[in-house]
């Protein structure tokens, strides 16, 4: 099949974001000051990087990605910009506007991802053998936190929705069933799901309070919930500790670029906190990520941001009510029993798999959507989506809809979302650290894994250091021929 739908709306569409966007930002953004400053009074350089401005670049690689951009790659001490580590001049200045914008009483650049925010939580707030509390979805950096520090899991498994392959929300009373029971010091909630499935997070801090241990949220996919009313509540209101956002993910920022904020009045130790990140960090830091962190705040505290994000919700909303209208394509309501976040639209078809249709997309319809499971496909309804670009995706979800695809077979042997319960015989770090061999995977049933095991997106793990592998984790590794064991 071929695409036929044009998308005739989209160059009106694209002007009329153009004129918005050529209007300045008045909200401050020192980072991005500093280096326009630095870009426009240029120094004779003998330092790093040794591309110097480009000079030294394949030219094929500085057409590609501008000569401006390269100007501007540099590196923190260097053209009055300041450090990361500890926070001094500009970067040290938008941290702090960053804090007050995400509702923080700290808040750190990070420059690998929440990523780093997660092993810098679990370096610096957990211990060997210390137990802590989180759910089996979480993402395979909590873990390696986990691994790094030697912190236990304490495993709370969600509910799961198998017809659309998804899992609930952690809920309050399981997090104090594990408290009562067991000797935990942390509990570390991923909030929303990748999803968009929302936990009640304002119970959950309570009962953390109750029994006096800190709560961490990795709010990973929510950096934008305190911009827009329609959005749910951030941790950072409801009583956690600490909370990762990655900037990038939906936030506006470049990639790798993310945010770890100190909450209020939480009593982590901040400057342990600090000590984490600055051996995690890279002694090089990027100005132009750090910049696109401080310009994705200003953009979203600038009446300019805020009606992208507002524009964002309808699209979302307008996606999903022409959804309803389909006969075959489905979307998981906003209210399906759980709260959620509503710029997240998860579809499934119910001819075809989520992979399929995902497939359908990109071949017929040059779209690309943010990941797809066995089960079904999870849109984003993103701050640079455009109605156009909403209408041109409905469009072709209405022409999906109507063609019959029974013709074509689509063999498939692979499943993409994780639900398993683990049986655990070892630590992760324990197993991290142990002999190991490879083994064809049909002899690894009845072995302890020594991987992690996680499908990216959404980087959910299958299989963790010390579990044991059985005949149900097989359909999970197709791809797969060996598997890593304990010796
Ligand atoms: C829930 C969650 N936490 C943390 C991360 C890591 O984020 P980053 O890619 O910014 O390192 C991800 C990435 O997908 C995630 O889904």
Not at 202 to 218: A, G, R, T
Not at 247 to 252: A, Q, R, S, Y
Not at 299 to 325: M, P, T, W
């Amino acid at each position: 099949m071929t695409n036929v739908i044009k998308n005739k709306t989209c160059n009106k569409d694209k002007k009329m974001i153009n004129q918005q966007d050529n209007k300045k930002t008045k909200i401050k953004a020192p980072i991005v000051e500093a280096l326009k400053n630095a870009y426009e009074t240029p120094s004779y350089q003998f330092h790093i990087p040794g591309h110097t401005r480009g000079n030294g670049s394949l030219p094929e690689f500085k057409k590609l990605i501008g000569k401006k951009a390269l100007s501007i790659d540099t590196t923190d001490e260097f053209d009055g910009l300041g450090t990361l580590h500890p926070a001094t001049g500009p970067i040290k200045e938008a941290q702090e506007l960053a804090a007050k914008a995400f509702g923080a009483k700290k808040t750190f650049f990070l420059l690998n991802g929440s990523t780093a925010g997660n092993l810098a939580l679990a370096m610096s707030l957990t211990k060997k053998g210390q137990k802590i509390i989180t759910n089996r979805n979480c993402h395979r950096s909590v873990l390696t936190g986990m691994i790094i520090s030697g912190a236990e899991p304490l495993w709370l498994i969600p509910k799961r929705f198998n017809e659309w392959g998804i899992w609930g929300n952690v809920t309050p009373e399981s997090v104090e069933e594990m408290l009562k029971k067991t000797e935990a010091g942390l509990v570390w909630i991923t909030n929303p799901t990748y999803e968009g499935v929302v936990s009640d997070i304002k119970s959950i801090s309570e009962v953390c309070k109750k029994y006096n241990v800190p709560l961490i949220v990795d709010e990973a996919h929510a950096c934008l919930w305190n911009f827009n009313s329609h959005l749910p509540t951030s941790a950072l209101k409801l009583g956690a500790d600490a909370v990762v956002h990655s900037l990038h993910k939906t936030g506006g920022s470049m990639s790798q670029s993310s945010m770890l904020h100190i909450a209020e009045n939480s009593k982590i130790d901040v400057d342990a906190v600090e000590k984490a990140l600055k051996l995690l960090h890279t002694t090089s830091p990027s100005l132009m990520l750090l910049a696109s962190l401080d310009a994705a705040r200003a953009n979203l505290e600038s009446s300019r941001g805020k009606k992208q994000l507002e524009r964002a919700v309808q699209n979302a909303k307008y996606l999903r009510k022409e959804i309803d209208k389909l006969e075959h394509i489905h979307h998981l309501q906003p209210d399906f029993g759980y709260k959620t976040d509503i710029t997240k639209v998860f579809i499934r078809d119910d001819r075809l798999s989520g992979k399929r249709l995902e497939s359908i997309l990109e071949i017929d319809f040059n779209i690309e959507v943010e990941s797809a499971s066995d089960a079904g496909l999870l849109i984003l309804s993103n701050i640079g989506n455009t109605r156009a670009d909403m209408q041109y995706l409905v469009k072709c979800l209405q022409q999906i809809d109507k063609t019959n695809y029974s013709d074509i077979c689509y063999l498939e042997n692979k499943k993409y979302m994780p639900m398993l319960t683990p049986i655990i015989k070892m630590t992760l770090r324990e197993a991290f650290y142990s002999h190991k061999e490879v083994v064809p995977k049909k002899d690894a049933i009845g072995r302890i894994s020594a991987e992690v095991i996680a499908e990216c997106p959404p980087g959910i793990a299958v299989l963790l250091p010390g579990e044991l592998i059985t005949e149900e984790h097989i359909p999970y590794l197709a791809d797969y021929e060996t598997i890593e064991v304990i010796k």
